[in-house]
C-alpha cells in the first residue's frame, strides 16, 4: 500500500489547516488510519485515528482543535487542523494500519509550521 500525505503549509497561531492522505487502495480494508506529528525533539506521537468502524481517538493535547475524517469513496484520509498553535509545529504522517498491533505503512509526510 502507498500514502500519499499533502496540505501542510505555513499558518500564523489560530488558523486552520487541513491534510489529506490518498491511499492507493480501499481504505475499509484498514484496521486503522491515523496521524502522527514528529520534532526534531520527540518521537512520532498518534495526534488523532480512526477505526474501520468509524470510532475517533484523538491526543488530549488536540481535542476540540483537530478532527479526523475519511471519504471511502476517494480514499482519502483527512485531518482539519483549528485554532493551531506553535506547539503543533511538526511534520505530519499518515499511517493505515491492516491488523491490531501491526506498524502499518507510512506516508512521506508533510509540514506544518506554526508561527507565533
Known amino acids: 500500500v502507498q500514502l500519499q500525505a499533502s496540505g501542510g503549509g505555513l499558518v500564523q497561531a489560530g488558523g486552520s489547516l487541513r491534510l489529506s492522505c490518498v491511499v492507493s487502495?480501499?481504505?475499509?480494508?484498514?484496521?486503522?488510519l491515523g496521524w502522527y506529528r514528529q520534532t526534531p525533539r520527540e518521537t512520532r506521537q498518534l495526534v488523532a485515528r480512526i477505526l474501520r468502524s468509524g470510532n475517533t481517538n484523538y491526543a488530549d493535547s488536540v481535542k476540540g482543535r483537530f478532527t479526523i475524517s475519511r471519504d471511502i469513496a476517494e480514499k482519502t484520509l483527512y485531518l482539519q487542523m483549528n485554532n493551531l498553535k506553535p506547539e503543533d509545529t511538526a511534520t505530519y504522517y499518515c499511517n493505515a494500519k491492516s491488523k491490531i498491533g501491526s506498524g502499518g505503512a507510512w506516508g512521506q509526510g508533510t509540514q506544518v509550521t506554526v508561527s507565533s
Open positions: 487502495e480501499s481504505i475499509v480494508n484498514f484496521y486503522a
